[in-house]
């Protein structure tokens, strides 16, 4: 491999590197690159510590091939999906578990809770055939704006001198 640059240079371009957005690293490694030429590719991305296909990638963003929105350092429609798009008959089936355990109020419909914990409903859920974590549940609970209640013991207040 040749060595494109001085040690201090290089020192220098790794500092500045390691300063940026990932988008901005992206495209500043596909300029050094296309600056040196044959080899360049391969002599960055060791330098600055990064894949080649990212250096790759920052010279075809350059290029103005994959133009990139203003503001983001990633393209639109990345990351992972939510367990909601993933798995459609979850509501469904949080609904069916939870029926068994649900309560209200009888003055007000909307007010509803479960005696079953967050690790119970994971449980009752994955037993019905959809893994989901206790996040999940949280996010489920919200939605169907169930609240967590438990029956209480109560100690009785006061006496009536009469009894």
């Not at 790759?56 to 367990?83: D, I």
């Not at 949280?138 to 009469?162: C, E, F, V």
């Amino acid at each position: 491999m040749v060595t494109a640059y001085p040690r201090t240079i290089e020192a220098q371009m790794q500092r500045y590197y390691r300063s940026l957005s990932e988008k901005d690293r992206r495209r500043y490694a596909g300029i050094e690159a296309a600056k040196l030429g044959h080899g360049g590719i391969r002599y960055i991305s060791s330098l600055l510590r990064c894949d080649y296909r990212t250096v790759k990638f920052g010279m075809t963003e350059l290029s103005n091939e994959l133009p990139l929105a203003l503001g983001r350092a990633r393209q639109a429609g990345g990351g992972r999906k939510s367990a909601f798009e993933k798995l459609p008959e979850l509501d469904k089936t949080f609904l069916k578990v939870l029926s068994e355990h649900t309560a209200g109020s009888p003055m007000d419909e909307k007010v509803k809770w479960t005696n079953l914990n967050r690790p119970e409903i994971a449980a009752l859920l994955k037993a019905a055939g959809l893994t989901v974590s206790v996040t999940v549940v949280d996010q489920l609970l919200k939605k169907h704006h169930y609240h967590r209640r438990r029956a209480q013991k109560t100690l009785a207040t006061g006496s009536h001198p009469q009894r």
